[in-house]
C-alpha cells in the first residue's frame, strides 16, 4: 500500500513537472504578445535614447528609428528624450555613466564583444537597442517589446511609410501617380498653412533639403528635415531639431519672416517664393544685397531671373567698391540651383500627386 502511495505522488510530481514545462511557453508568449513587462522598469520615468547610426545620410532609418521610439515610449508609459547622434559623441560611454538610457546602434563584432553593455534582439536592418550591462531587467522588457511590436500591424505600417521611393523623377518616369508624397504630409500641410503656400511647395523644400530624412545633417551643422541651423532654432524656441514637428515649426517660421520682409519690399506671386526661398539658402543679407545692386543698375529687382542674370557681376572683384553692397563678392551658383530645383520638384510632385 505504501509502495503504491510512493508510485502515486511520484506521477503527480512527474505530471505537474510536465504541465509547467508546458504551460510556461504559453505564459511566456502572452507576454510577448501584449507587449508587457510585469519589472516595467520604464513607466513613469524619463529616459534619454540616443539614434547612433552615422552611416544613414539621406536614408530613413533613423526616422523609422524614431517613430519606433516614440512608440515604445507610449507603450512603456514613459517619457523619452530622444537625440541624434553627434560627430564626436561616444553613446556607448553615455550609457555607461547614466546619461542616456537606450543607443539604438547598426550591430557590429567590437559591439557585440563589449562587456560593458547588453544588447536587444534584432530590430530593423541589423540595428539593436543597447542597454548598459547592469541593467538585465530592462533588456528583458526591450526585448519584450520589440518582439510583439515587430510582429505588429502598426509596425508593417512604419515600414511602408519608410521603405519607399519619395523620389519624384523616378516616380514621374515611371508614370506612377501616388498620395503621399513624404511619411510627414500631415505636418507639411499644417506647416504650409502658416505660409499661405501649395502644401507640394514645403514638401518641394523639405525633399530638397533632407529628402524627408531627420537624420540629415550637414557638414555646417544644419539639422533634419529642413536644415535648420542651431542658432536659428534657438530664435524660435526650438531646441530639438531631429523632432520632425519642430524641426518643421523652425523652418516654416524662418521661412514666414523671409517671406514677410519681401512682401515689404512688394515682392508677390511665385516672385515672392522665389525671393523666399533664396534668402532661406543665402542669408537675407546677400539677397539684399542682389536686390540694392539691381537697382544701381536699374534693373528690377523683385523679378528672380533678372537678379540671376546680374549675379555673374556680384563675382567680380570690382563689387568690392560698390557702396550698395555690404557682403562683398556673391558666387551664388549654389543659390541658383537651389531655387531651380525645388521649382523642378514642385513640378514634378503636381504631376505625380493630384491631392490637393
Known amino acids: 500500500m505504501k509502495l503504491k502511495e510512493k508510485t502515486k505522488r511520484k506521477i503527480r510530481i512527474c505530471a505537474t513537472s510536465i504541465l509547467v514545462i508546458c504551460i510556461a511557453p504559453i505564459f511566456q508568449s502572452v507576454e510577448n504578445i501584449s507587449g508587457a513587462s510585469t519589472l516595467d522598469e520604464f513607466s513613469g520615468k524619463d529616459i534619454v535614447c540616443a539614434i547612433d547610426l552615422n552611416d544613414d545620410i539621406h536614408g530613413y532609418q533613423t526616422s523609422m528609428t524614431y517613430e519606433v521610439l516614440e512608440k515604445f515610449a507610449q507603450e512603456s508609459r514613459c517619457n523619452i528624450n530622444i537625440v541624434a547622434s553627434g560627430r564626436h559623441t561616444n553613446y556607448i560611454d553615455s550609457l555607461k555613466n547614466g546619461k542616456v538610457d537606450i543607443v539604438v546602434k547598426t550591430v557590429t563584432d567590437s559591439l557585440e564583444d563589449n562587456p560593458d553593455i547588453m544588447l536587444s534582439r534584432e530590430v530593423e536592418k541589423n540595428t539593436v537597442w543597447a542597454v548598459s550591462s547592469d541593467k538585465a531587467h530592462c533588456i528583458r522588457q526591450v526585448n519584450s517589446w520589440i518582439c510583439h511590436f515587430t510582429q505588429s500591424d502598426d509596425y508593417k505600417k512604419i515600414q511602408k511609410k519608410y521603405f519607399r521611393t519619395y523620389n519624384p523623377y523616378k516616380l514621374a518616369d515611371n508614370a506612377i501617380t501616388i498620395s503621399t508624397l513624404s511619411p510627414y504630409d500631415g505636418l507639411i500641410r499644417k506647416y504650409a498653412a502658416t505660409l499661405g503656400w501649395d502644401w507640394k ?97 536699374n534693373v528690377d529687382c523683385n523679378q528672380w531671373e533678372e537678379i540671376v542674370n546680374l549675379i555673374p557681376l556680384m563675382r567680380e572683384d570690382s563689387i568690392l567698391q560698390e557702396k550698395s553692397v555690404k557682403f562683398g563678392k556673391f558666387q551664388g551658383y549654389e543659390t541658383i540651383a537651389y531655387v531651380d530645383s525645388i521649382m523642378s520638384i514642385y513640378e514634378q510632385f503636381q504631376t505625380i500627386c493630384a491631392v490637393k
Open 201 to 297: 511647395m514645403l514638401a518641394a523644400v523639405i525633399y530638397q533639403e533632407s529628402r524627408f530624412s531627420i537624420g540629415t545633417k550637414s557638414h555646417r551643422g544644419a539639422t533634419g528635415l529642413m536644415q535648420v541651423m542651431p542658432q536659428t532654432a534657438k530664435i524660435y524656441g526650438v531646441d530639438n531639431l531631429l523632432d520632425p514637428e519642430q524641426n518643421l515649426y523652425a523652418g516654416t517660421a524662418h521661412l514666414k519672416r523671409l517671406q514677410d520682409m519681401m512682401k515689404k519690399n512688394g515682392i508677390e506671386g511665385d516672385e515672392l517664393i522665389k525671393f523666399t526661398l533664396a534668402a532661406y539658402n543665402a542669408g537675407e543679407g546677400r539677397i539684399a544685397d542682389c536686390r540694392n545692386f539691381a537697382k544701381v543698375k
